[in-house]
Structure formats: C-alpha cells, structure tokens
C-alpha cells in the first residue's frame, strides 16, 4: 500500500514533441504528489508539485494531470527539449509527521535534437 | 537563503574500512533531515531520517547507522564497509510552513571495492 509505480522505465521522444510520464499509488492517504529532475551525477532539484484538491497544475511547458479516482498523476513535458533529457522521479508523500516521501522508480528520458 | 552542503562528493573505500559521510544544512533552523542511497540506475531508497536533534529512524536493516548531533547536521556512518553499501547517496531537507517539499544536496558518489 505503499508503493508508488512509475512508467515507462525508459522514454524517447522527438524535440518539440510531449513527454508523458505516469505514476500510480495506492495510499489515499496520500496528500503532497511532487515530480523531480535529476541529471546525471546530480542531487534531484523538485520540478513541480500538486495537491489532491486540483486535478491539474501547470508550470511553463511542464503540466501535471491528477486523477483522484483512479489514485493516478502523470507529468507532461510539452515541446520537449534535449536539454530536458534526465532522469524524472515522482513521489507522495503525507502532509503530517514526517513528511516522508515514496518515490517512484524513476523514469529516463532522451530527447532527440 | 538555505543551501545544503553534503562531502565529499565522491569516496573509493575498502571493504571493511569504516565510513563518514557528513551533510549540513543552512539559513534553517529544526529541519527534517533525510538520507537516501541511489543504486546505478535505481530509484532512490530511504535510508534514515530525522525530526530532531538526536531522534534517528530507520527504514530498513542494514550495516549503516546515522545520527544528528546538531540541529543542521546530518551524518551517515558505517563500521565496516561492504561491497553492497556502493552507491550514491544523498541527503535532503525540509522545513518550516512547507515542511513536504525536500531539497536534495549534490550526493556522495561511494565505491566500495
């Protein structure tokens, strides 16, 4: 129940095309669903992060789409560029106590020039 | 601003040899402290985290220990090395009105040959 499933493993995408990442939970309890970056060799940096209350955010050309029904929440990345190539992460977490976040397996992504 | 400090950034230490890995965090104060290892190609696994000076948890058995002897410091440490403890890991925090979004410092690349 507290697993957080990531997919695809591995994503390819042409420049200018969209970058879809989905995540899947299982813990209703669940209240804080943030999508980390990381490059290689580097700490992850937070990317963009929602609330349950909002079936969807958007920050530039990233959009998160929530789905609390179905207990899913996935990442777009619109005009995708090269330089967006790296490793994405989601997570949840609850917004009490320890705050400690499950993340997803991580999702690696390549943009071609 | 708050800025995370985690050294060294990279370690090859003998099976069996002792470790210390130190991470401090500034312009916070009482953050939550968090350790995670990073297996290649991995996802990331919580190791210990820390709601205080002193109060260490444990997320799963293993040859590591950590301990907080100060507010902003956060080490991670182990009294004999194993090949399995290779990784990279990396230490977060988070605080204050927002305490469920965690920063990551650059991580600590370790191999342990």
């Known amino acids: 129940q507290q697993q957080v499933k990531q997919s695809p493993q591995s994503l390819i995408v042409q420049k200018g095309g969209i970058s879809i990442i989905n995540c899947a939970y299982e813990?209703?309890?669940?209240?804080?669903f943030p999508w980390y970056q990381q490059f290689p060799g580097k700490g992850p940096a937070l990317l963009i992060a929602i609330r349950p209350d909002v079936s969807e955010k958007k920050e530039g050309r990233f959009t998160i789409s929530f789905n609390k029904s179905a207990k899913q929440f996935s990442l777009h990345i619109m005009d995708s560029q090269p330089g967006d190539s790296a490793t994405y992460f989601c997570a949840a977490s609850r917004g009490s106590g320890t705050y400690k976040y499950i993340f997803g397996t991580g999702t690696r992504l390549k943009v071609l020039a | 601003s708050q800025t995370i400090h985690q050294w060294p950034a990279t370690l090859v230490q003998p099976v069996g040899s002792p470790l210390s890995l130190e991470c401090t965090v500034e312009g916070t104060s009482n953050p939550n402290l968090y350790w995670y290892r990073q297996a290649a190609g991995r996802g990331l696994q919580l190791l210990f985290y820390s709601v205080g000076i002193g109060q260490i948890s444990s997320e799963v058995p293993q040859n590591l220990s950590a301990s907080r002897p100060q507010d902003r410091q956060f080490i991670l440490s182990s009294k004999k090395l194993l090949l399995s403890d290779s990784g990279f890991y990396l230490c977060a925090w988070s605080a204050g009105e927002v305490k469920n979004i965690q920063y990551f410092g650059a991580g600590t690349r370790l191999s342990v040959l």
């Open positions: 813990n209703t309890a669940f209240d804080y």
